[in-house]
């Protein structure tokens, strides 16, 4: 019951930003699919959230940090979603401040979760770690800067990609892939292989709004709608669904399923 309370307290405090604003934001108007897809994914995150934060109590003690970082980066995103959706409501302009607030909160928190799994199975060297972080905050630090107007936006996508690319060189050939193989159980070495996957494929889908938001010389409101549906998407499986990811092994494992 407590930590229902607990739940629901972090869930109701995710959205006073948007009720402290709420008398002053224009309306969600049934054509803007873009502030309705900003809805509809805080509203997904929230309930993430409070489902990652009851489940810790279901799961083994070395699984519950894991799970603690999957809710807290939904709950952060959560927050920054309210913020970000009332600035496109109000302005029709793209949150990017927020947006890569929020990112670099949550993506190095995500990328943490491999040192997190390979924790749980007495694998992990503060090697991977460092590696992953700095890559991952380089690599946000890049698009920001390109998204921001300060740099070009060719030279920072460049950048951003080569980053990305260290990331997934250190989960497919570096020294994180090697913690995970050998006798680890199957219920992580599937986790560690579907997470890796969305690192691979679910990342890809933001360099894509990135490229369709600035990059193909398109009408510029246009352009920003789909940059921002795009994101948004992006958002959904790369936290939700990762987290999803952590708390199915993590039962398993818990269950001796």
């Known amino acids: 019951m407590?930590?229902?309370?607990?739940?629901?307290?972090?869930?109701?405090?995710?959205?006073?930003p948007s009720m402290a604003s709420a008398q002053a934001a224009k309306t969600l108007e049934p054509s803007d699919f873009v502030g309705i897809s900003f809805w509809l994914i805080s509203m997904a995150l929230v309930a993430a959230t409070a489902f990652f934060f009851l489940e810790t109590q279901r799961v083994a003690?070395?699984?519950?940090?894991?799970?603690?970082?999957?809710?807290?980066?939904?709950?952060?995103?959560?927050?920054?979603?309210?913020?970000?959706?009332?600035v496109w409501i109000?302005?029709?302009?793209?949150?990017?401040?927020?947006?890569y607030i929020d990112w670099l909160i949550t993506v190095p928190l995500l990328i943490t979760e491999f040192h997190l799994i390979l924790s749980a199975i007495?694998?992990?060297?503060?090697?991977?770690?460092?590696?992953?972080?700095?890559?991952?905050?380089?690599?946000?630090?890049?698009?920001?800067?390109?998204?921001?107007?300060?740099?070009?936006?060719?030279?920072?996508?460049?950048?951003?990609?080569?980053?990305?690319?260290?990331v997934l060189y250190e989960i497919f050939m570096g020294e994180a892939s090697k913690a995970a193989a050998g006798?680890?159980?199957?219920?992580?070495?599937?986790?560690?292989?579907?997470?890796?996957?969305?690192?691979?494929?679910g990342w890809a889908v933001y360099p894509i709004g990135y490229f369709m938001g600035y990059l193909t010389g398109g009408n510029p409101a246009d352009s920003m709608g789909m940059l921002n549906i795009v994101y948004n998407f992006a958002d959904v499986v790369n936290k939700i669904a990762f987290g999803v990811i952590i708390w199915s092994v993590a039962v398993s494992e818990t269950e001796g399923k």
Not at 3 to 15: E, I, W, Y
Not at 61 to 86: C, D, I, N, P, Q
Request: charged share 10%; glycine share 8%.
């Open 2 to 16: 407590v930590r229902f309370r607990v739940a629901s307290a972090l869930a109701l405090m995710a959205l006073l």
């Open 90 to 99: 109000a302005t029709g302009s793209t949150p990017t401040v927020y947006r």
């Open 183 to 201: 006798d680890a159980p199957a219920s992580v070495q599937s986790a560690y292989k579907t997470m890796r996957l969305i690192v691979t494929f």
């Open 122 to 166: 007495g694998r992990a060297s503060s090697g991977i770690f460092w590696r992953l972080i700095g890559s991952t905050t380089a690599m946000l630090v890049a698009g920001y800067v390109g998204e921001a107007g300060y740099v070009g936006v060719w030279p920072a996508f460049i950048v951003s990609m080569l980053f990305w690319i260290a």
């Open 61 to 86: 003690g070395k699984w519950k940090t894991s799970l603690t970082v999957s809710g807290l980066v939904t709950l952060v995103a959560a927050t920054h979603y309210f913020y970000m959706r009332e």
